[in-house]
């Protein structure tokens, strides 16, 4: 069963982070902070397939937010491996990632699927905290073996107990063609300085040095350079304290990170609150734009597998010396069980068998622009940039899971990211926006 979003403002990207997940009283606090009406704020629909007293017992539900159709198609050759193994059979309720976000509050607080498609990290733990989810130690007792120590932390709820099953995940860094950098001369930057000056020799070349796209439901794709930006100038220790509501958004730290990001800006694709996301990647695969500040994911929208060839990445520059390279932005996708599944003893069979390596290496079949999780998978078959993500994963002293994963998602959803693309297109000290957004931390985060 798939429900279609009925939010003409809802994106579709793929493995992608979130937007949303608030409480309607919050966005009436905050709707009019940076001028946004109720119509941008609204939440659509989002419903499970259904189910309800007298659920069959050979059928599991499933909320999936993969819609485009590489993960479409990755989820129902997983959902096949399942059947075929167990009998049970998957009935999947596939809804556009925007919109699964949007409405997952309601959708959980109602009769949702029995197992749905999550976040690892605080955004489970939100849900957890809430009582809106089913704890999974027991599916954990016999699929623990495959993970690592910091996997598993992810993965628990701050009661202890586990909440969440990975599937993959996935690193931002910055993207290019191989082709371009060496059709042009261009090096590879390390430090800010050399990145800034490679930026403005693109602009000069005709290109658009940094591909980007936030037009409706895409604002969330400006979070992953803000984050880096943020890392990279203050560590990924403060970074986490201001996701966490700890520190003020006015703090000198944070317009330091406003006054590197503004460097930044003015090299940004033009139009790109116009456009998708997908429309930017496109011009980075185009050779219209020099590079892209975005997440494996990237890889959905290739479908020539010369072009993936001549795709490479490297992580985002050093700004401070203090801090290095050492933080990596790798958000962590997987499942949870809902708080009353109609049917718990298949769902948790579903939910050992997604926890397994042979379940990864059939989704990653399929899905080459992720990476699994679970340690006893194969990645024989992963290709160059899946290879060199790994180790670029491997290799982080720290690893953030991405803006609105580390936050509170209605912080973020309507206070943070209305205010920083408000300010992405006319870039000053920040010192209004911050403002703005300093005013609103206290109606999310107690002290």
Not at 20 to 37: D, E, H, I, N, Y
Not at 47 to 57: L, S
Not at 184 to 195: D, V
Request: with cysteine.
């Amino acid at each position: 069963m798939t429900q279609q979003s009925r939010n003409p403002l809802a994106a579709r990207g793929p493995g992608r982070p979130p937007t949303a997940g608030v409480t309607p009283g919050r966005r009436s606090v905050v709707g009019g902070v940076f001028g946004l009406g109720a119509a941008v704020l609204g939440a659509p629909l989002l419903t499970a397939c259904g189910g309800g007293a007298g659920a069959d017992p050979k059928t599991v539900t499933f909320g999936s937010n993969g819609a485009d159709a590489t993960p479409k198609s990755a989820y129902a050759a997983v959902t096949k491996a399942f059947t075929k193994d167990s009998g049970l059979t998957v009935k999947t309720n596939t809804v556009d990632h925007d919109t699964f976000q949007k409405s997952i509050s309601t959708y959980l607080q109602g009769t949702p699927d029995d197992v749905f498609t999550w976040f690892a990290g605080y955004r489970m733990q939100y849900f957890a905290k809430k009582k809106l989810c089913s704890p999974l130690d027991e599916v954990w007792d016999k699929i623990g073996a495959g993970f690592s120590d910091a996997t598993k932390q992810l993965s628990r709820g701050e009661d202890g107990k586990y909440y969440f099953v990975p599937l993959y995940n996935y690193p931002w860094a910055v993207f290019y063609r191989k082709s371009v950098f060496k059709e042009r001369g261009y090096q590879i930057p390390q430090k800010w300085s050399e990145f800034i000056a490679l930026a403005k020799q693109m602009k000069k070349d005709g290109l658009s040095p940094i591909a980007s796209g936030y037009g409706g439901g895409d604002s969330w794709s400006i979070l992953g350079a803000f984050d880096y930006v943020n890392m990279r100038t203050n560590g990924y220790d403060f970074h986490m304290s201001l996701m966490r509501g700890k520190v003020s958004w006015t703090d000198k730290r944070a317009v330091a990170t406003l006054d590197h990001w503004r460097e930044l800006a003015p090299h940004y694709q033009q139009g790109a609150g116009g456009r998708s996301w997908q429309d930017a990647a496109q011009s980075l695969l185009d050779k219209k734009s020099g590079m892209a500040v975005i997440g494996l994911f990237l890889g959905q929208q290739i479908t020539d597998e010369k072009i993936r060839s001549d795709i490479d990445f490297f992580p985002f520059p050093e700004i401070d010396a203090t801090h290095g390279q050492d933080a990596v932005e790798a958000p962590t996708d997987g499942f949870m069980l809902s708080r009353r599944p109609k049917n718990e003893d298949g769902a948790k069979k579903f939910l050992e068998f997604l926890g397994g390596a042979r379940t990864e290496e059939v989704y990653m079949g399929v899905d080459p622009s992720n990476l699994a999780v679970n340690e006893e998978a194969d990645t024989g078959s992963y290709n160059a940039l899946q290879k060199k993500s790994a180790d670029l994963i491997a290799s982080a002293k720290h690893i953030s899971q991405f803006a609105d994963r580390d936050s509170d998602p209605g912080f973020i959803s309507t206070v943070v990211l209305p205010g920083l693309t408000q300010w992405l297109g006319h870039p000053d000290d920040g010192a209004g926006t911050l403002k703005k957004i300093e005013s609103q931390r206290s109606r999310f985060f107690t002290a």
